[in-house]
């Protein structure tokens, strides 16, 4: 329901760093969870990352562990994606998505999703 800004995206070099960010139009919002997506050219979406409303939980896809960090300021009621050592796989589209009514990992379940961001990775 809640328009979430997405920004960030852009173009990197394999090796290099993007950081996403993700807030919501409105001041405050409820969500016990926040993710983000990705989908790249002819593949299904599938979540990169998320984190619970404390920050205290997070969950990340295998092939970022290492590589991709997830963070919030609730304070500023935004969640943040910091991606190093990018490759050309990462080559994607990036969704943010927040509004969740219950933290369960990588099964949560989002009511609110941004309209996405691309992320290219040259080789």
């Known amino acids: 329901q809640v328009q979430l800004a997405e920004s960030g995206g852009g173009l990197a070099q394999s090796g290099g760093s993007l950081r996403l960010s993700c807030a919501p139009s409105?001041?405050?919002?409820?969500?016990?969870?926040t993710g983000w997506f990705r989908q790249g050219p002819g593949k299904e979406r599938e979540l990169v990352a998320a984190?619970?409303?404390?920050?205290?939980?997070?969950y990340y896809l295998d092939s970022v562990k290492g590589r991709f960090t997830i963070s919030r300021d609730n304070a500023k009621n935004s969640v943040f994606l910091q991606m190093d050592d990018l490759k050309p796989e990462d080559t994607a589209v990036y969704y943010c998505?927040?509004?969740?009514?219950?933290?369960?990992?990588?099964?949560?379940?989002?009511?609110?999703w941004g309209q996405g961001t691309q992320v290219t990775v040259s080789s």
């Open positions: 409105e001041r405050t919002v409820r969500t016990y969870g």
């Open positions: 984190i619970d409303w404390t920050g205290a939980r997070t």
């Open positions: 998505a927040s509004g969740a009514t219950t933290w369960d990992g990588p099964t949560t379940t989002y009511r609110t």
